[in-house]
């Protein structure tokens, strides 16, 4: 059976309030141009965490398995990043080595997250799902700290995901369950990767964007590719449901 801990969810995500409250404070106040500058780079950064936390408060029963607490802390890292892509784009400075460094760290425990999770026995959908908005609030950061270096395209990247989520809202077909690729999830794995590349001092503009240009071109093939086989199988579907005698009249 599943290894829980049931009733400490809200534990578990006060917890990672606090750190958050200590950590993207303190970034807030350091680095931030001015005082309203560090209130709106504390904010992004905890719209990062409130999204985590919602998820995760609203389940039912309200548990935080092993892997989710791995979350948990890759979800205030990139909180705290987020602090610093605002700070820096306020006060017009380029990324900072920490900010590489704590996005590098929330990357590198995407890693770590899945095995836990299989090792506790503690797979979910929900701990999934969770996993996958991180990975994608990370690379949405990422991609809005590029931008201060290498233009205002990069937060394309970031914001692909979302785009794709909104279109589901409207086309139901976009809602389906894809089959696991390994394709697609080389290709998100390496959208933080080419982005901390991009970000880290010294590093030419020009290799970076190279680097950008080439990760954007596999993600625009991959959620394209999986456009076409979601349309593929909606289209299908009432031909299959006609075979099978549906009734009519």
Same mark, same amino acid.
């Given at each position: 059976?599943p290894?829980r ?10 917890a990672a309030?606090a750190? /958050? ?5 303190? =970034? ?6 001015d ?14 965490l ?5 998820s995760?408060?609203?389940?039912? !029963?309200?548990?935080?398995? !092993? ?22 784009? =306020?006060?017009?400075q380029? !990324? ?18 899945g095995?836990?999770?299989r &090792?506790? &026995?503690?797979?979910?959908e929900?701990?999934? &799902? ?11 950061? @990422? ?6 270096? @290498?233009g205002?395209?990069? !937060?394309l990247?970031? @914001?692909? /995901? /979302? ?11 976009l809602?389906?369950i =894809?089959?696991?690729s ?13 982005l ?21 071109a ?23 449901a ?5 009734p009519?009249?």
């Amino acid at each position: 059976m599943p290894i829980r801990t049931p009733g400490r969810g809200a534990a578990d995500v006060a917890a990672a309030a606090a750190a /958050y409250f200590a950590a993207g404070g303190w =970034l807030a106040c350091v680095h931030s141009p001015d005082p309203l500058a560090g209130v709106v780079a504390a904010g992004a950064g905890a719209g990062v965490l409130v999204r985590t936390a919602g998820s995760i408060l609203q389940r039912r !029963p309200r548990v935080c398995t !092993p892997a989710d607490r791995v979350t948990l802390v890759r979800a205030v890292l990139v909180a705290c990043v987020a602090v610093l892509a605002v700070s820096g784009f =306020l006060g017009r400075q380029p !990324p900072e080595t920490l900010l590489v460094f704590l996005g590098a760290t929330a990357w590198a425990l995407d890693a770590v997250d899945g095995p836990v999770a299989r &090792r506790t &026995r503690s797979a979910s959908e929900a701990g999934a &799902r969770l996993d996958i908005e991180t990975d994608a609030a990370l690379t949405l950061v @990422l991609s809005c700290a590029a931008a201060a270096a @290498l233009g205002p395209w990069t !937060p394309l990247i970031g @914001l692909l /995901y /979302y785009a794709f989520s909104a279109a589901g809202r409207f086309r139901p077909a976009l809602r389906k369950i =894809l089959p696991p690729s390994r394709a697609r999830k080389s290709i998100g794995a390496l959208q933080p990767g080419a982005l901390l590349l991009a970000l880290v001092p010294g590093v030419p503009a020009a290799v970076g964007a190279a680097g950008l240009l080439a990760a954007l071109a596999l993600l625009l093939f991959s959620f394209g590719r999986d456009v076409a086989a979601l349309e593929r199988t909606a289209a299908s579907e009432p031909v299959a449901a006609g075979t099978a005698g549906t009734p009519c009249g």
